[in-house]
């Protein structure tokens, strides 16, 4: 009885392996599933007159320390002084990390002014143009 036990388990295994076969899809099936996908959106293109994002601490501290970090390491590639960088902010201690977290503070409230002045200017323009396209469908209508 053991026997059949054991031969049972080996066609059980083949019979698995026939199956996988099975469920194999060939590299045709797999290029036609390529062409239904979605086509992906283009990038909505940047205004070049919105204000900038506010800075975090921690990029006011690398702006400060790469200059010395790169000196001392000027074989050091930009990604090894990035790590260099994390580690000394990893470092220091909370009140030095206070200095640069007080400039962030600083610098988003100069941004969020900015991007108050912004979108008060962009929403003017979107008045000015429903304004300007209702004034003309308008018109037409006289006609």
Known sequence: ?????????TDDSSSDTEVKKKVKKSKKDTKSKKDTKKKKKKKKKKDPEEPRR????????SR???????AENPSAGFGEIGSLL????????AEEKKRYEVM???DKKRWQSEK???????EKEKESK?????????SSDSD
């Open 1 to 9: 009885m053991r026997v059949n036990n054991d031969d049972s388990s």
């Open 54 to 61: 506010s800075l975090s601490p921690f990029i006011f501290f």
């Open 64 to 70: 400060e320390h790469r200059p010395t970090v790169k």
């Open 86 to 93: 994390g580690t000394k902010w990893g470092q220091i201690s």
């Open 104 to 106: 962030a503070d600083e």
């Open 116 to 122: 108050a002045k912004y979108d008060a200017k962009k």
């Open 130 to 138: 429903r304004d300007q396209s209702s004034s003309d469908s308008s």
